[in-house]
């Protein structure tokens, strides 16, 4: 026989608590509360298995629990929170006084007149009130087509009738709106006004501040027409002869000035002197060399071993590249017309005067000095004054002669 001790150290442990009971609700799950409270306190039906004798059951509780059956047939709770009675409130039912709306009346008829019949209805009356906007503002009108229509060339023109028989006749909406002012008139009526408008207008001297005058032709003269293209060129790398240039006409003032040119006053004045002067001074110390009319970007190398073999100062030349330009052609046509073959060799300039820059033509003027005589008159050439001390000549003293000298010139005399 196994004593108390052994029985209990050796029994199989006991099964997990659980509410087994076909009343209570929570039947199959085990509840927080189960597993919180002693076993003894959790309430079971009277058809659940007891608890196995080997287990020990805390004896200091004197009482068995009980579970009580509720009044509905549910297991009761004895350690749950009793419920409050509620107080019993006579319920009212509230009603809401209507609202005072006003409603149109049964109309009787509605109901009799067909769906379709409704719907066509209103369509034709969005379409008319469309047609009736259009018509009272024309600037809500699509763009008809014109009266007349070129066609290629220009060479005719074709008149257009529309369906209802009147000619096609376009008007600008803001003329159109005019009949807002004028009242209802015919297209014929309205055309009428506007060219009698038109009329006026043209009749009314405009301010004379208000539009710009045309810019005067001013032809330069062709002793500087070739200096003003320079000086245009070279003031700005992003200046170009408008191609609207006439090249076989002489260059106009207003090409180099814009509308600058209105500041030399009158032709032939003494402004126009002045500017003339001021373009000759502005390259005249300058030595510069056209190039790249062939369309080749090589320098003139040639040119340039000439030139700096005569002269002895360490400035250098301007050079105006033209294979590049985008007014290449205008250019040069402006220097054939000068008589200068830009196409075929470089022109340089010196003393404000054209040099056709081929080899022969610079060695010719190498050799007889002309090519030194310029650039000595632009200051590239200095002429190196030789300044030393007179040479020294000999001089010779006379000697008072002696006795024998005298003695024998005495003798040749007599």
Same mark, same amino acid.
């Given at each position: 026989m196994s004593s108390p001790i052994h029985s209990f150290l050796f029994s199989p442990p006991p099964s997990p608590p659980s509410r087994g009971s076909d009343h209570d609700y929570n039947h199959g799950l085990t509840s927080l509360k189960s597993l919180l409270l002693p076993v003894e306190f959790i309430p079971r039906s009277s058809s659940e298995k007891g608890r196995s004798k080997r287990t020990p059951s805390q004896s200091r509780l004197g009482f068995e629990t009980l579970s009580l059956p509720s009044p509905r047939g549910m297991s009761t709770d004895l350690e749950a929170t009793p419920k409050a009675r509620r +107080?019993?409130?006579a319920s009212t039912t509230i009603t809401h006084q209507p609202i005072n709306v006003p409603s149109s009346p049964q109309v009787p008829f509605p109901s009799t007149i067909p769906k379709p019949f409704l719907r066509i209805l209103f369509l034709a009356c969005v379409v008319l009130s469309s047609a009736l906007i259009m018509y009272e503002f024309p600037a809500m009108r699509p763009h008809g087509i014109a009266k007349g229509i070129a066609s290629e060339g220009g060479r005719g023109f074709v008149e257009l009738i529309d369906p209802l028989g009147e000619e096609a006749y376009y008007q600008p =909406?803001?003329? %159109?709106? *005019? +009949?807002? /002012?004028? #009242?209802?008139k015919s297209v014929r009526e309205e055309s009428v006004v506007m060219e009698q408008l038109a009329q006026e207008v043209v009749a009314i001297a405009a301010h004379p501040k208000a539009t710009r005058p045309a810019l005067r032709a001013r032809p330069l003269p062709e002793s500087?027409?070739?200096?003003? /293209? %320079?000086?245009?060129? /070279?003031?700005?790398?992003?200046? &170009?002869? =408008?191609?609207s240039v006439d090249p076989s006409l002489p260059l106009d003032a207003n090409t180099i000035l814009g509308i600058g040119s209105h500041k030399l006053g009158a032709l032939g004045g003494e402004r126009e002197t002045a500017w003339l002067k001021d373009v000759e001074r502005e390259w005249a110390d300058e030595v510069v060399i056209w190039y790249g009319g062939d369309g080749t970007s090589q320098y003139p190398h040639s040119v340039l071993d000439i030139i700096e073999s005569t002269h002895n100062s360490n400035r250098h030349p301007t050079f105006i590249p033209v294979h590049a330009r985008s007014d290449r052609e205008t250019i040069l046509a402006i220097f054939a017309r000068l008589g200068l073959p830009l196409a075929q060799s470089p022109i340089i300039m010196i003393d404000n005067k054209p040099?056709?820059?081929? @080899?022969?033509?610079?060695?010719?003027?190498? @050799?007889? #000095?002309?090519?030194? +005589?310029r650039l000595t008159s632009v200051g590239w050439k200095h002429v190196e004054k030789r300044v030393g001390t007179k040479p020294k000549m000999a001089v010779i003293k006379k000697q008072p002669p002696?006795? %024998?000298?005298? *003695?024998?010139?005495?003798? &040749?005399?007599?």
């Open positions: +107080r019993s409130v =909406p803001q003329t %159109q709106g *005019a +009949r807002m /002012l004028w #009242g209802k500087h027409e070739l200096l003003a /293209l %320079q000086s245009y060129i /070279l003031s700005s790398a992003y200046n &170009v002869v =408008p191609s040099i056709i820059g081929d @080899l022969e033509t610079l060695e010719e003027m190498k @050799l007889s #000095g002309e090519l030194g +005589r002696t006795d %024998q000298e005298e *003695a024998e010139e005495a003798l &040749v005399e007599t």
